[in-house]
Every structure is written in structure tokens, then in C-alpha cells.
């Protein structure tokens, strides 16, 4: 309860203890606006280093009813795909070693490791989770303040430090009380809730180890708190002190309508990189040419020449030939080269990537806006086409009935990758354990693309942070239906083009536009152009 919250503060070299709130105005607080959304708080007043954070948590919770309404899906879609997907956790480790790496404290340099290990210490001992609770119980853990944190993590909390992580701040609360207000699913609901909150912890840790350390390592330095936390916010994702855009974006029913459902991760990961390559540009390109780096070593290995290079990612679907998929320096069993996608695994690498999402050939812009699950969802159902690697599956199969199929393909696309099979065949990392489960069994089920992997490599590829995929005869053969489809796709724009023309519902310059931008987009499908 934060209206009854305090903590011990040096005043005139004497430290004394404040409350958080206060019901008459003093140095060192601001009144609290005269709105019932603050509740308790209403016509008091309140530290004035609080202010922002209790008026952003405010606007998260804030909007029109549609607004909020919208916000719900979202922040299932969001926890989904981070908190509650294995993937994304090893992924999220991956990253912040990029930030670090930037901040100055690189997580491979053995000079560094003591910070780390402090930092997570300390992380260990806060808080009111299950590992927290179990050090404290055991006595192993440091004089803790009020708040049930070590002194240090209070430190960087209140310095801004750590605490805008993703959890929290860009996971609204909706998510976690939109289901329901009262009544006797109240109470199955808190208990649905508490995994989803200790994986929630885990996934802010992930973040606030590296935040420490930073914040550690610049205190030996010689840095205040301030001039520490403002070093760790420069080179780390901030959720708080996000532009007014990205804000709306995530607000807004419009942005909730269109934008990209991690946008603020792109913003952030943008700023940083824009940071490092005016500050550090000989960091900044080495984690740019990371990609190119890897495939240029798995080239030398194989024996591999760029040409042939150039023709295996010509051969493959357009969603696996992205700028950070790069070659993979050993064959599979039956000798095929095998490509690694980067795409999700470097901070930048789907700021990049195109056609990952039906027609929207948007690099960079298409991650910021277009590239959202409610619209792509719903051009989906509405086509009867899936996009990205089930590029031309129908979202309604033979033999299904309409609201199945739907049911079905909405689930895989905001539910769990884990969720079992309740609704069709589950989430689409469980669908396909499971298919490489009945291929154990000796039954035909093929897989992603049309491989089939063992239950071994399925298992590590659908938890773990990157997916290797062998170029094998399905994969080319999906590769060229996918180019032939384009092509009748982009002939048949060019005589619509011609028809629209003749009958008067466009002009001829118009026309003229449209065909010259599907010949070239026809060209460059056919190989004919760079």
C-alpha cells in the first residue's frame, strides 16, 4: 500500500525517516491531482520524486472503455510471447549482453564477474518471491529496509535505475484483472495468476542483474547514484521515460489498432544503437556485422563460395531469407546446409526482416507500425491465409468448421507457444513437440516447412533461443512454390492494372505507376534484379 509506505533519508546529515505520503503540503511534496482515479491518494500530497512514476502507472491504467477493452488481448499477446515463452527468456539474456556491451561491462570479461554476482545477490534477497522468501527464511539474507529489499536495490529503485523494466510497465495491469472484478472465478483467477507473475519476476531479473552490475560498476567508478542510474538508462531498454508516440502507441485505441505490440522494445533497442554508433561506432559495428561475421566463418568452413551462398538463400521462403539469417557452419545428418535465424535473437535483427508478415514488406517501419496481431489476425481470418512460415496454409482446413478454424488460429496467435492442445492443436511450439511426439511413434506428421525433425531437436529448437533449419528438398520446394505464387500474385496485379485503367477507375498515369512497381517487384522475385 503505497499511501502507507516510508523510507530513511539524509536531511542535513541526520537521517531520518519520511512517509511516502503526506495529508498536509511540505518541503519535498507535490499535491496529488483532485481525481477519483487516484483513489486513496485523492487531495494528499506525495514525494515529488514519485510523481511521474504513480502518473504514468495512472495512464496505463487510464483510457475510453474501448481503449481498455483493446488493451486486454494486446497484454495477452505481450505476456505470451515473452514471459510465458522459454524462447524469448534465453533471447532476453542475449540481448542485454548486447546492452552490456555498450554500458561498459561486458558479461565475458572475467573483470566483470563480480558485479554480477553482487547484483544478483542482491536481487535474490528482495522482494517477496518464492527465492526471496526462501534466502530471508534461511537467514542467509542481508539487513533488509522497509520495503523488503536490500538497501542497495532501494538505492537503485529510487534512482531510476531499475524498475522500468518490461514487466510491470508495459505489461498493463488489465492483463492481470480484466477477466474479472467479483465473483466466485475471482478467486481461481488470483490462483491462475501467480505463475504468470513468478515467471513475470524472472523476466524483469533477467533485465535488472545487468542494470545492477552496470549500476554497481559505475559507483566504483565514482559515480553518484544519479549520474549511475542516468548511465544504465542510456545504454538500457527504459519502459518509464518512453517518447510521447510510443506512449499513445501503446495507449491509444488507434495505436493498439496498428502499431506493433512491442513498439516501445523497438523504440528502445533504436535509441540505444543511435547512442552507441555516435558514441561507440567500433562496438556498434560489430554487433551490426555479427550476421555477416558468422556466415563469412561458416562459408570458410564449408567451402562454401558467396555465389553459392546467394543461391541457397534465393532457393529458401522469403520468411527465412532475412538480412540476420546467416549460415550455420555444420550440415545436418543427411548433409544439407542448415540456416540460423538472428531475426529474434539480435536486438535489431526484426527491424529489418521483411515479408515476416503476409504483403507488409515494411523493414524497419513495418516493426513500428502494421506489424500488429489484432489487424494481421483479422486480414487472416478475413483471407483464409496464414502468413509468416505457414505462408498459404488456410486458417479454416478441410474438414473444419468455421468457428473451429478461427478458434483455432486465434489461440495460436495470442496464446502460449506451450499451451496445450484445448483449442485445436495448442500453441505452435506445442503443436509441433507434439507432432514430433507422434513422429517418435512411427506415425507421419511433418513439421515446420514440411521437415521432420527429432523429438531432441524439436524440444531444443522450440525452447531454445535460435532455430536452425536444414535446406533440404521440402524447404526449396516451398521456396519455389512461394515464388510462383508471387508471380501469378504480381501478373494478375498488372492486369487488373490494365483493366482498372480501361474502365475508367484509375487514371493512366496511375496505371503506368502500378505496373512499373509489380514489374520490378516481379523482376527482383525472379532473380532478375539485386
Not at 481498455?68 to 542485454?96: C, D, Q, W, Y
Request: glycine share 10%; charged share 25%.
Amino acid at each position: 500500500d503505497f499511501s502507507k509506505g516510508s523510507e530513511v533519508i539524509n536531511a542535513g546529515g541526520v537521517r531520518q525517516k519520511v512517509p511516502w505520503v503526506s495529508d498536509t503540503r511540505v518541503p519535498g511534496y507535490v499535491p496529488v491531482p483532485d481525481s477519483p482515479a487516484w483513489g486513496p491518494l485523492k487531495g494528499k500530497f506525495i514525494l515529488e520524486k514519485y510523481q511521474r512514476d504513480l502518473g504514468l502507472m495512472l495512464e496505463d491504467m487510464g483510457g475510453t472503455s474501448f481503449e481498455e477493452a483493446l488493451k486486454v488481448p494486446m497484454n495477452i499477446f505481450k505476456v505470451s510471447k515473452t514471459v510465458l515463452n522459454p524462447a524469448t527468456h534465453f533471447r532476453n539474456i542475449l540481448g542485454n549482453t548486447m546492452f552490456a556491451d555498450y554500458a561498459g561491462i561486458p558479461a565475458w570479461n572475467p573483470r566483470n564477474f563480480k558485479y554480477y554476482t553482487q547484483a544478483a545477490s542482491e536481487l535474490l534477497q528482495s522482494g517477496q518471491g518464492f527465492t526471496a522468501r526462501a534466502v530471508q527464511r534461511a537467514g542467509a539474507a542481508d539487513k533488509l529496509t522497509a520495503e523488503g529489499v536490500t538497501p542497495l536495490v532501494r538505492e537503485a529503485i529510487a534512482h531510476g535505475a531499475i524498475g522500468t523494466e518490461y514487466m510491470g510497465r508495459e505489461i498493463f495491469r488489465q492483463v492481470a484483472e480484466g477477466f474479472s472484478k467479483q465473483g466466485p472465478m475471482r478467486a481461481a483467477w488470483e490462483q491462475a495468476k501467480r505463475p504468470v507473475k513468478a515467471l513475470g519476476r524472472v523476466y524483469n531479473a533477467e533485465d535488472q542483474v545487468f542494470k545492477l552490475a552496470s549500476y554497481l560498476k559505475q559507483k566504483e567508478l565514482g559515480m553518484s547514484p544519479r549520474e549511475a542510474a542516468r548511465h544504465v538508462n542510456g545504454h538500457y531498454p527504459n519502459y518509464r521515460d518512453v517518447s510521447p508516440a510510443v506512449q499513445a502507441a501503446r495507449q491509444s485505441a488507434a495505436g493498439q489498432l496498428t502499431a506493433a505490440p512491442f513498439v516501445s522494445f523497438y523504440a528502445e533497442a533504436a535509441r540505444i544503437s543511435a547512442k552507441a554508433a555516435k558514441e561507440q561506432p567500433g562496438k556498434f559495428i560489430k554487433w551490426m556485422m555479427l550476421p555477416e561475421a558468422v556466415t563469412a566463418a561458416s562459408l570458410a568452413y564449408l567451402g562454401i563460395s558467396e555465389e553459392q551462398w546467394e543461391g541457397i538463400k534465393k532457393s529458401i521462403p522469403s520468411y527465412l531469407n532475412q538480412p540476420f539469417a546467416v549460415l550455420w557452419p555444420w550440415k545436418d545428418d543427411s548433409g544439407n546446409v542448415q540456416v540460423m535465424d538472428m531475426t529474434y535473437t539480435h536486438p535489431l535483427g526484426s527491424m529489418f526482416a521483411e515479408d515476416r508478415t503476409g504483403r507488409m514488406q515494411l523493414p524497419i517501419v513495418g516493426q513500428f507500425i502494421l506489424n500488429n496481431p489484432i489487424l494481421n489476425t483479422a486480414y487472416e481470418v478475413i483471407n483464409n491465409q496464414k502468413s509468416g512460415p505457414f505462408k498459404g496454409q488456410p486458417v479454416v482446413a478441410p474438414g473444419q468448421s468455421t468457428a473451429e478454424g478461427i478458434a483455432a488460429h486465434v489461440a495460436q496467435q495470442f496464446l502460449p507457444p506451450l499451451l496445450p492442445p484445448f483449442i485445436g492443436e495448442g500453441g505452435t511450439s506445442a503443436r509441433e513437440i507434439g507432432k514430433a511426439i507422434k513422429r517418435e511413434r512411427g506415425e507421419r506428421a511433418p513439421g515446420r516447412y514440411g521437415q521432420e525433425p527429432s523429438l531432441g531437436r524439436t524440444v531444443a529448437q522450440e525452447l531454445g533461443p535460435i532455430r536452425v533449419v536444414p535446406v533440404d528438398e521440402n524447404l526449396r520446394m516451398r521456396g519455389a512454390m512461394e515464388k510462383r505464387r508471387g508471380i501469378l500474385e504480381m501478373r494478375s496485379g498488372i492486369r487488373q492494372a490494365i483493366i482498372d485503367a480501361s474502365q475508367g477507375r484509375i487514371t493512366e498515369e496511375e496505371k503506368t505507376r502500378r505496373i512499373q512497381r509489380l514489374q520490378f517487384d516481379l523482376r527482383r522475385n525472379m532473380g532478375l534484379t539485386p
